[in-house]
């Protein structure tokens, strides 16, 4: 754990040099000022959209940003020279952006609503969501080579994620969009405004924490396949 730690520091290093903790103040700011003029009755569907939305861009769109810099840095590729695995390397992702998302949406939720109903199924959805978000992202960006690639590779693979927010939003019927990661997550999000069972709070999280794990594994599949080659990843 160690390794992991010193690399989770080492990616909250790299994400504030390169700008992402200030840009994410200012998509902060948007959403509350965004939420504070809409009216009572729209608030909650329209936060838990924003909210959904935060967590998945965050986690989906800014790992392509970082694997590519990384990339172009030989950063990735010093994997194979350091006694740095890839296991450890995957985690200080998969956990460093979901840092920053629930803080970002920390602050939406209280800066519009305060305290009041704030649960922690909330919380781990927020956490989830980013997580798998993440290291999906991460193992779509480590096949591209730009950043313009990315956007074309990654944007058609997201659509097949929206079905559930169809769904939430009455657009078109979906029976089984509770299989899907976003409807875990749109479950437990939504819980400030539509609670769960505990029971129902436990099956939803153990949806999105599979579909996490195998996020991950596809993530190191990829690197390993690009990357990594014969290294030992323990």
């Known amino acids: 754990m160690k390794r992991v730690w010193l690399a989770l520091k080492q990616d909250v290093r790299f994400q504030y040099r390169h700008g992402f903790y200030l840009a994410y103040l200012f998509v902060t700011l948007f959403y509350v000022v965004l939420l504070s003029f809409l009216p009572d009755s729209s608030k909650p569907t329209v936060a838990t959209m924003v909210i959904l939305s935060d967590p ?61 109903r704030l649960s922690a199924w909330f919380l781990l959805g927020i956490w989830w ?7 999906f992202g991460l193992g779509v960006a480590i096949r591209c080579r730009t950043m313009g690639g990315y956007f074309l590779v990654s944007s058609p693979a997201a659509m ?12 078109h019927d979906m029976p089984l ?32 924490t599979g579909w996490s794990v195998l996020a991950y594994l596809w993530a190191k599949r990829s690197v390993h396949k690009k990357i990594a080659g014969k290294k030992e990843d323990g």
């Open 56 to 116: 998945s861009f965050l986690g989906y769109f800014f790992i392509g940003g970082i694997i590519l810099l990384e990339k172009e840095q030989g950063i990735i590729e010093s994997l194979m020279v350091t006694p740095l695995r890839l296991r450890d390397y995957l985690l200080a992702k998969a956990f460093s952006l979901p840092f920053l998302s629930v803080m970002t949406v920390l602050a939406i939720y209280t800066a519009v609503f305060g305290l009041l």
């Open 129 to 135: 969501t980013s997580v798998f978000f993440t290291l």
């Open 160 to 171: 097949i994620f929206l079905p559930p927010v169809l769904e939430h939003l009455n657009i």
């Open 177 to 208: 969009d509770f299989l899907f990661p976003t409807g875990a997550s749109l479950r437990l999000i939504e819980t400030p405004f539509r609670p769960l069972e505990f029971d129902e709070g436990l099956v939803q999280l153990g949806i999105l």
